[in-house]
């Protein structure tokens, strides 16, 4: 099946006489006959449900389509893409091992990563995503045990070289994971560039509408964990909570990742998405094909036009020839990259907010990459606490305004934007 045909038939067939969509299993318990049947799905000798915290099959449903779009092997639902990150980090690495990062990632995961799980103690370290060689591989430690970047990253727009750092992690034996949520599997499939792991966060355009928070752990099934048996001891050795399975024996290549962050990770934290949320989910990526294509046509255009425009100063969109961007995000991202514009407007703040208060279809909000066109300035809101100086360091500076490009008709998304740039 292509990609279109995936968002809609993919992961749920149902059966003669069966409901066309997916059955919203609000339960959080499964009924057996025997206590042995039960003890066999506690083991992990048979498959099944036993309780909602660890597994329930709306969520499989919904992240069954989303693996065959990325075109992995497994796949599991978050109940947000905090704990889809964090999951897929904390899956290889505990106290005492060392993971490289990309810069240019979310912020949210930036903290997550350089605060939270650092008092975890685990070490990252952090290299621009256009480093040298020389750099990359002088990020490596004996104990690493990931790499982890973002194909488009959120705010920055970074383009993400995903065969140069596949390579990379490769060669010392350890996985990528790519966090895919600004490209989507219709723009971008890192496990065609090398990547291993692939997370998103759903809140964004797979959900598409505003509705629901949640994120997705996809695995690629290619990472050979046994290969690199010292490195990953809970993946290669038994693990003593579960009687003794040792996950990529018994699960191999395809099941061993998913499997483990299953039975350990949602069992222990339990941060699983609500069944109706993943319902919800899946009406979203019925619609994934068909939305991403009008955000980047509508996305191109806004830029083109911005840049165009007399009282706009710079335009940072991957699409736009004049971007640094633009060859690497052609070969990454052929048929489009996502909606997201940042640009700044002569005059710096001041101008900024004047122009944003004028906006009337253009929504002032956090959220991005959904069917409505918002906006955000952060140096007046996410930012606010820095100096002008302070932003411009950070790489966000106060004329900076972030423009999610939705799916209304352009024309009237141009005609807000100009006439809140006539008010400058
Ligand atoms: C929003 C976002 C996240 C975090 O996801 P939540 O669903 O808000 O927890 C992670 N990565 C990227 C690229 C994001 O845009």
Known sequence: MKLETKCIQAGYEPKNGESRMIPIVQSTTFKYDTSEDMGKLFDLEASGYFYTRLQNPTNDYVAAKIAALEGG???????????????????????????VSSTAIYGGTYNLFHVTMARMGIEFTFVDPDCSDEELEAAFRPNTKCVFGETIANPALTVFDIERFAKAAHSHGVPLIIDNTFATPINCRPFEWGADIVTHSTTKYMDGHDATVGGVIVDSGKFDWMAHKDKFPGLTTPDESYHGVTYAERFGKEGAFITKATAQLMRDLGSIQAPMNAYFLNLGLES???????????????????????????????????????????????????????????????????????????MIATHVADAHTCVLHPASSTHRQMSDEELVAAGVGPDLIRLSVGIENIDDILADLEQALAEI
């Open 288 to 362: 994934l094909a068909v939305r991403m294509e009008r955000h980047c046509a509508n996305a191109q255009k806004a830029a083109e036009y911005l840049e165009a425009h007399d009282k706009v100063a710079w335009v940072n969109y991957p699409g736009l020839p004049s971007n640094k961007y633009y060859e690497r995000a052609k070969k990454y991202m052929p048929n489009g990259t996502c909606g997201v514009i940042s640009f700044g407007v002569k005059g710096g703040r001041k101008a900024a907010e004047l122009f944003m208060s004028k906006l009337k279809i253009a």
């Open 73 to 99: 092997t497994a796949a599991m639902l978050t109940s947000s893409g905090q704990a889809a990150s964090f999951f897929s980090v904390f899956n290889l690495a505990s106290a005492g091992d060392h993971v």
